[in-house]
């Protein structure tokens, strides 16, 4: 595809309040020693108990617009990539254009010939999320070149840990991350590449319950398949493999090798699964960016929480090759280089 696609604007927002490894010793069995030394993990923002995930998000986009120098009027598609919304509907998406205050511009109030129409929903690949948010914007952008999409990834997956799974509840934590995407203008990365997949056979690989699968009635008690579950071992030998393949095909598509690849940034799951993933691309450690003992897995947020990091930091850099990747439930995973 050869339609032009730039990062224009990118923020970040998490929840102030923390839950450490030693927090987490107090009320299950498990220790610091156990999680740093499996997963990486030292600590992650959680909600408070009267705390929504969309306030985050909202925090996040009014960021990211600020960044991209773009008016909330200018907005054209507002998607979010969540698979912990706070309620099944309305979207996350549409909560976030309400706070925004995007019906002044786009609103039933306001349907013109003159005034474009606001696209807005959520959608659900996971931790795969981001990645495929860069995928649909390429696609919104080849359908209008104008577009200004403002792509929100927004999760709340503390709301689904079992504190009685020790072996998934010390993974997850919450935050929500915005990037402005648009095809001229002003810019900070372009979008040279995005490729992603997807196995439904593995579909029970991990599952989160709260849907409508089971009939329920006021009243009932919650079972334990309202919470996140996963089967952690399966999940990390098909993430290696799937990120570490995803990428090599992405590179090779774009006849660039990893030696070309100046920054590696993967989904903040567990630093074993990054290491593991580093070195079957062969890539040097220095190249590679991680921040999840801070946040934990943050699914589709993990990789704006990063790249937002790596930033700052002065690591990630507009014309610096950068090469993305995810996996998450469904199964579903992906690809994307910057530069
Ligand atoms: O974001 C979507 C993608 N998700 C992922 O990428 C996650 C992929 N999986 C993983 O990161 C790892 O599989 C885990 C971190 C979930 C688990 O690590 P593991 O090395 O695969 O451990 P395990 O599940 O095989 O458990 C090893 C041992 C078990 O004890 P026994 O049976 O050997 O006596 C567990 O009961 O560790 C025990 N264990 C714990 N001990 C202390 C499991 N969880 C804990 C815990 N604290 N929290």
Known sequence: ???????????????????????????????????????????????????NISQ???????????????????????????CSPETLSPSVACIVAEKLGLSKFSGLQHISENNPSLVCFDFNAACSGFIYGLELSRAFLALNPDAVILLVTAESLSRRMNYRDRTTSVLFGDGAGAVVIRGSGRHLFKILDVSVGADGDYKDLIRIGGGT????????????????????????????????????????KN????????????????????EAVGERLNIS???????????????????????????EQGLLKQGQKTLLTAFGAGLTWGSALLC
């Open 1 to 51: 595809m050869s339609t032009v696609c730039h990062i224009a604007g990118l923020a970040v927002s998490v929840p102030e309040n923390t839950l450490s490894n030693f927090d987490l010793e107090k009320i299950m069995d498990t220790s610091d020693e156990w999680i740093v030394t499996r997963t990486g993990i030292r600590s992650r923002h959680v909600l408070k108990d009267d705390e």
């Open 56 to 82: 985050y998000a909202v925090a996040a986009a009014e960021k990211a617009l600020a960044d991209a120098q773009v008016s909330a009027s200018q907005i054209t598609h507002l998607l979010v990539a969540t």
């Open 213 to 252: 699968d089971k009939k329920v009635q006021v009243g009932d008690t919650i079972a334990e398949d309202f919470f996140l579950t996963m089967q952690g071992r399966e999940v990390f030998k098909h993430a290696v493999r799937g990120m570490a393949q995803e990428s090599l095909k992405l590179l090779a």
């Open 255 to 274: 006849s660039l090798t990893v030696a070309d690849v100046d920054l590696f940034i993967a989904h903040q799951a567990n630093l074993r699964i990054i």
């Open 285 to 311: 450690p220095d190249k590679v960016f991680t921040n999840l003992e801070k946040y934990g897995n943050t699914s589709a947020s993990s990789i704006v929480l990063a790249m937002a990091e790596a930033r």
